[in-house]
């Protein structure tokens, strides 16, 4: 097996087999067969696709008609795993880096992408209009008013956002935890540089054992130069799910503006934005929730936006009636994207976002029980499943991170991945298309290493 090396450090394996997906069908087109086609001039006989949206309507009604059926669970979520494109020999756990996409996102890309070639006139606007329909089902995907919410291309850009609009001055406070993501981080950082704003990281124990220890962390940092408290609702190297609800509710009291970084939160947990009480949360859909790589969302409390200045501009961004949408005037954007972001959230909506979160989290307590059973290793998950997400970071006794990762995609494929930032771990997450058998698998895995002590 030969390995690549791409951002964050995690090996990059070659790819199981090189096909092209033929839309409508899950299907692979080899490679060769594909530029044969292309060389032939009949490359639209591969990708022609009438059926695509038929497919993708299929797709959702076998949701639909499972959740009806009341099917024992796993046989629920075995309906729903058959609506991925995965190959059945890949335990594919990363989905906290991207998450595939289920079949009918799939299809809605490529047939959005195959109308703009076609007609990228009147298509191209069409398109652009789904923006306003996309912002509407996010606002009711995490309880928020359209007009609270900027459409981004990721997390990143989102607290990016925020950090470069909010008018801080030498000497302003804010506060962060020593597990941030780079791209919750960094751009606090710049403002530092440039403005001469002071920068926070506060530590608490790993793993915590209940909330208190990092609000009391929070409480006892804040001073009367203290304007932003800016957190990972779920933290990325160890899945911690930080308190942000008290956060905000103890920031708000003291008059700071909260921020948080809910990059793996879309998708993970039943999200509400009204119940958190944040004045900003980035996020990005393309982790769990099943969206396309480059869908992002930036909320934006309606009472906050005053605070906030538009750092990306065209015309209308000085308009404040139009509420979030001054924030994210980016010109042109890619509709297919949009479209797919919306079928994508559909796709939540019919399996149930409450019963999403319960199999993701009952997954990663499974993890959790397993991992624990081997001598060697040492997880950072707290005893408080408040706190646990499903994301679960743990090292073994003796071996490096990459080479763990390595091993397992190695000899079990077991796709997970190496944190190298904050703290070293390696990570799993478990999504609701993996199963009991895909855990006990990176479990038997890990004991096979730490037990033969060679890779």
């Not at 921020?259 to 934005?273: E, K, R, T, Y």
């Not at 001054?326 to 994508?344: F, K, M, V, W």
Request: aromatic share 8%; glycine share 10%.
């Amino acid at each position: 097996m030969v390995f690549r090396r791409f951002r964050g450090g995690a090996p990059m394996p070659e790819p199981l087999r090189e096909t092209v997906l033929e839309p409508g069908t899950a299907a692979g087109v080899s490679r060769r067969r594909f530029l044969g086609a292309i060389a032939a001039g009949s490359a639209g006989a591969l990708l022609a696709g009438g059926a695509s949206r038929a497919e993708a309507r299929a797709s959702l009604t076998v949701i639909e008609q499972a959740r009806e059926d009341a099917l024992p669970e796993e046989d629920f979520w075995s309906k729903v795993r058959g609506e991925f494109l995965i190959s059945e020999e890949l335990a594919y756990m990363n989905s906290g880096t991207l998450g595939p996409m289920p079949k009918p996102v799939f299809y809605a890309v490529v047939d959005g992408y195959r109308a703009l070639a076609a007609d990228p006139g009147r298509e191209n606007a069409r398109q652009l209009e789904a923006q306003d329909d996309l912002r509407q089902k996010l606002a009711d995907f995490v309880n928020a008013d359209a007009g609270e919410v900027a459409l981004t291309r990721n997390t990143t850009e989102g607290m990016s956002f925020i950090a470069n609009g909010l008018d801080l001055k030498a000497g302003d406070e804010v506060l962060c935890t020593f597990h941030e993501h780079p791209g919750g981080l960094e751009p606090w950082k710049i403002k530092a540089k440039r403005h001469g704003v002071v920068v926070k990281e506060l530590p608490f124990p790993v793993p915590p054992s209940d909330p208190s220890e990092i609000l009391n962390r929070f409480e006892d940092a804040i001073t009367p130069r203290t304007r932003v408290i800016s957190v990972s609702h779920v933290t990325f190297p160890t899945g911690c799910v930080l308190p942000v609800k008290e956060l905000a509710a103890l920031a708000r009291s003291r008059g700071i503006l909260t921020l948080a970084d809910g990059a793996h939160a879309i998708g993970m947990l039943d999200l509400d934005m009204q119940d958190l009480g944040v004045d900003f949360y980035a996020s990005s859909p393309y982790k769990w929730a099943g969206a396309p790589v480059g869908t992002g969302f930036l909320y934006l409390r309606r009472e906050s936006q005053e605070r906030v200045w538009p750092t990306v501009a065209t015309m209308g961004w000085d308009d404040e009636e139009t509420g979030a949408r001054r924030y994210d005037r980016l010109s042109q954007r890619a509709g297919p994207l949009l479209l797919a972001t919306i079928t994508a959230l559909g796709f939540q909506n019919a399996i149930g976002r409450g019963r999403i979160e319960q199999r993701i989290m009952a997954l990663a307590a499974r993890l959790r029980e397993r991992l624990g059973e081997i001598a060697g290793v040492t997880l950072y998950a707290s005893d408080d499943r408040e706190l646990c997400s499903g994301l679960t970071g743990f090292t073994l006794e003796g071996f490096g991170r990459t080479e763990v990762v390595e091993t397992l995609w190695r000899r079990n494929r077991v796709w997970v991945r190496e944190i190298d930032y904050g703290l070293s771990t390696v990570r799993a997450s478990t999504h609701h298309f993996n199963t009991a058998d895909q855990v006990d698998r990176l479990a038997e895995g890990v004991r096979q290493i730490f037990s033969e002590g060679t890779l």
